[in-house]
């Protein structure tokens, strides 16, 4: 059997591509157009429409892995469940659907949070692991959100005071799920732009994935919200293990920031 040949490289030149090429990449994205803050279901699909769009798209995401909660399924079971017409997206990313009764299909966790990242990535947008957002940029005159302060997730975890880099956009996108901390901080932090967050109300999963998607959109000038993160500000019901409406709301979202950078 012939052995293999693999080409040889040393450290310093592996340490400097590395370096050369991240840095590279930061130095273009610290002038986003759209930040989504999250990378989960409802992050990736804001992500995977707006960077179809030609915009300038990067997702921090504080764990390495992308998914949020699409990993654990529900109760750590690997099936979801997913309604129309969300399974029309979920074709587009080529995700193996199983009809369970009329509109309402099963897909395996695992296959569609792989398969969405990589829709996300492939249609342009920047994945960035192991960033945690924790702050916004705002402006006044008129009053607007312009980005975001990032900080490594392992210097957030240590408890160092380590200042953090900014990120400016167009438009920030707070899909950081049940927390919605994008909104939490921005409220606390500036309270003229009138942010209430009253909290998510209790299952109600027949009517809550309408809900979550026709009130996802902008909560403030230069600020959007979707997922999981709208029940929060909007008071409504949680859903459970259904993802429909967290991508349709990724969906409607990219749609409003299309359309109001078109028109701005
Ligand atoms: C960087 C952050 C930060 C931060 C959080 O929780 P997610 O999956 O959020 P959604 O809204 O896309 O999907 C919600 C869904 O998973 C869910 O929980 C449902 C449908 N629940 C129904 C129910 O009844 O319980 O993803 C959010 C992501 C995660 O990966 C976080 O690690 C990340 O955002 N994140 N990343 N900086 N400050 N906060
Ligand atoms: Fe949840």
């Given at each position: 059997?012939?052995?293999?040949?693999?080409?040889?490289?040393?450290?310093?030149?592996i340490s400097r591509y590395i370096l050369k090429y991240t840095f590279e990449d930061w130095y273009s994205l610290v002038?986003?157009?759209?930040?989504?803050?999250?990378?989960?279901?409802?992050?990736?699909?804001?992500?995977?429409?707006?960077?179809?769009?030609?915009?300038?798209?990067v997702?921090f995401?504080?764990?390495?892995?992308?998914?949020?909660?699409?990993?654990?399924?529900?109760?750590?079971?690997?099936?979801?469940?997913?309604?129309?017409?969300?399974?029309?997206?979920?074709?587009?990313?080529?995700?193996?659907?199983?009809?369970?009764?009329?509109?309402?299909?099963?897909?395996?966790?695992?296959?569609?949070?792989?398969?969405?990242?990589?829709?996300?990535?492939?249609?342009?947008?920047k994945v960035i692991h192991g960033i945690?957002?924790?702050?916004?940029?705002?402006?006044?005159?008129?009053?607007?959100?312009?980005?975001?302060?990032v900080?490594w997730?392992?210097?957030?975890?240590?408890?160092?005071?380590?200042?953090?880099l900014?990120?400016?956009?167009?438009?920030?996108?707070?899909?950081?799920?049940?927390?919605?901390?994008?909104?939490?901080?921005?409220?606390?932090?500036?309270?003229?732009?009138?942010?209430?967050?009253?909290?998510?109300?209790?299952?109600?999963?027949?009517?809550?994935?309408?809900?979550?998607?026709?009130?996802?959109?902008?909560?403030?000038?230069?600020?959007?919200?979707?997922?999981?993160?709208?029940?929060?500000?909007?008071?409504?019901?949680?859903?459970?293990?259904?993802?429909?409406?967290?991508?349709?709301?990724?969906?409607?979202?990219?749609?409003?920031?299309?359309?109001?950078?078109?028109?701005?």
């Amino acid at each position: 059997m012939q052995s293999i040949r693999i080409k040889q490289v040393d450290e310093v030149k592996i340490s400097r591509y590395i370096l050369k090429y991240t840095f590279e990449d930061w130095y273009s994205l610290v002038d986003s157009d759209v930040v989504v803050v999250g990378a989960g279901p409802s992050g990736l699909a804001t992500a995977y429409f707006t960077a179809k769009a030609g915009l300038k798209t990067v997702v921090f995401e504080r764990r390495l892995s992308f998914g949020g909660g699409i990993g654990g399924g529900a109760m750590n079971f690997h099936k979801i469940v997913i309604e129309s017409p969300a399974d029309e997206l979920l074709r587009e990313w080529k995700v193996k659907l199983v009809e369970a009764e009329e509109g309402v299909f099963i897909v395996d966790a695992a296959e569609f949070m792989a398969k969405l990242g990589a829709a996300a990535i492939d249609a342009g947008a920047k994945v960035i692991h192991g960033i945690n957002v924790d702050d916004v940029i705002f402006r006044d005159k008129p009053l607007r959100v312009a980005g975001v302060a990032v900080e490594w997730t392992s210097t957030q975890m240590s408890g160092l005071h380590v200042d953090p880099l900014f990120v400016s956009a167009k438009a920030v996108v707070d899909a950081t799920g049940h927390d919605a901390e994008i909104l939490s901080v921005a409220s606390r932090k500036i309270p003229e732009l009138g942010i209430v967050i009253p909290g998510e109300k209790s299952a109600y999963s027949e009517v809550a994935e309408e809900l979550v998607v026709n009130n996802a959109g902008k909560v403030a000038e230069g600020l959007y919200t979707t997922g999981m993160a709208v029940c929060e500000v909007k008071s409504l019901p949680r859903m459970g293990p259904i993802f429909g409406a967290m991508v349709l709301s990724g969906k409607k979202v990219a749609e409003d920031i299309i359309n109001d950078l078109r028109n701005s």
